[in-house]
């Protein structure tokens, strides 16, 4: 039993490019609260965080970029090289992360929990966990991942898979293996079969309705069984500007999730949206010209938002095609506001708006909680 004994937590971990975030993202999907925890060691370190100063005591002010930031890149070569370093890092993140996470567990009203890192092993939080998921990927799958993604070339590749552990030696830990090395589909069905195994419920469809003053709309989570539609209506209403098909969006459910919008049995609008590091980022909105666009807004967003605060966000970035976003009235009654990413006063705020913008959009804003984890202390 984990040291939360009215939840189920599930520590996932797995060598780089084995695909982790993806496994988290699936079982957030079949209904468990997922946690990042090595992106809260990395707000943890963040300028006015609780490790920023304890970082340049220990390592100097020389780590520091341009805008006072911790440059977590030239960090990581000098305590990557140097092992005594490493602990020193670890020392002071990990007490934190620890911290953070059990606060996040407490709080979180799901009863299966996902904590996602790649020292779990090496941590307490290992201990503190009901199972152990590892994710597996052979070596040249994840050099070309690591090429493809994060633009390294193939000596950096090997380098960095080589300064891990061998899977095999993490694989002996583990309770659940998860075989990521071929189709979404194939990890997929992987996945859901083991959470059977832990919530015999398993994956179900919650309809939201909202009633609009024109007739009455509802809102569906979108589920991977539902990529087709998706995929159709993505297509349909782009103009066929984004022609999808459903393997395009089987890819997608490994970073994002969908809010369907239904009037009647029909579909007519739909929201792609993702949370990470406690911050709700909505990179995609259509509605179909024949539903009354402030009906379809209030109702979509109303739901994300719910949704994102009951996954403990902190804030809400709306990333709007520019004739969207000119509707301002409709996003002011909401709370939303027109923002630039350097205008956010959270550096993790920051980080989120500046990773997920797509090009040629408008960032609308809103806080949504105001107490924040990894407050400084």
Avoid at 294 to 312: F, M, N, P
Avoid at 317 to 341: D, K, N, V
Wanted: glycine share 8%; hydrophobic share 40%.
């Amino acid at each position: 039993m984990s040291k939360w004994p009215e939840k189920y937590v599930i520590g996932l971990t797995g060598n780089i490019a084995t695909g982790k975030s993806v496994v988290r993202k699936m079982l957030e999907h079949l209904g468990a609260y997922g946690i990042d925890a090595d992106a809260l060691g990395h707000r943890a370190i963040a300028k006015g965080a609780p490790g920023y100063q304890p970082i340049l005591d220990t390592f100097g002010h020389w780590v520091l970029d341009g805008n006072g930031q911790i440059d977590r890149a030239k960090l990581g070569r000098l305590v990557f090289a140097n092992p005594e370093g490493l602990k020193r890092l670890e020392a002071i993140v990990h007490p934190l992360v620890e911290q953070a996470v059990d606060l996040l567990i407490r709080r979180a009203s799901q009863r299966i929990i996902v904590v996602e890192a790649i020292k779990l092993l090496e941590s307490n939080l290992a201990s503190a966990c009901d199972t152990v998921w590892i994710t597996y990927s052979p070596e040249n799958l994840q050099k070309t991942r690591l090429m493809a993604k994060r633009g390294m070339n193939e000596v950096e590749a090997l380098q960095r898979i080589r300064m891990q552990p061998p899977q095999d030696q993490r694989m002996a830990s583990a309770t659940v293996i998860i075989q990521n090395s071929g189709t979404f589909e194939g990890t997929w069905k992987q996945v859901v079969a083991a959470w059977k195994v832990i919530s015999p419920i398993g994956d179900t469809d919650p309809i939201i309705t909202k009633k609009a003053a024109a007739g009455e709309l509802s809102v569906q989570r979108g589920r991977p069984r539902d990529s087709g539609a998706i995929a159709t209506l993505i297509t349909r209403l782009s103009g066929g500007a984004r022609s999808q098909t459903s393997q395009d969006v089987m890819a997608a459910f490994g970073e994002k999730a969908y809010m369907l919008l239904k009037s009647g049995n029909q579909f007519v609008g739909l929201i792609g949206w993702q949370v990470e590091n406690l911050v709700s980022r909505t990179t995609e909105i259509y509605i179909d010209a024949s539903i009354p666009m402030k009906q379809a807004v209030k109702v979509l967003a109303s739901e994300v938002e719910r949704t994102s605060q009951e996954l403990q966000c902190e804030a809400s970035l709306l990333f709007l095609p520019p004739q969207m976003a000119s509707q301002e009235a409709i996003w002011r009654e909401l709370g939303y506001e027109g923002r630039t990413p350097q205008s956010l006063s959270v550096q993790a705020w920051q980080d989120a708006a500046n990773e997920s913008m797509p090009a040629n959009t408008i960032m609308l804003f809103k806080q949504l909680r105001q107490d924040r984890v990894l407050r400084p202390i």
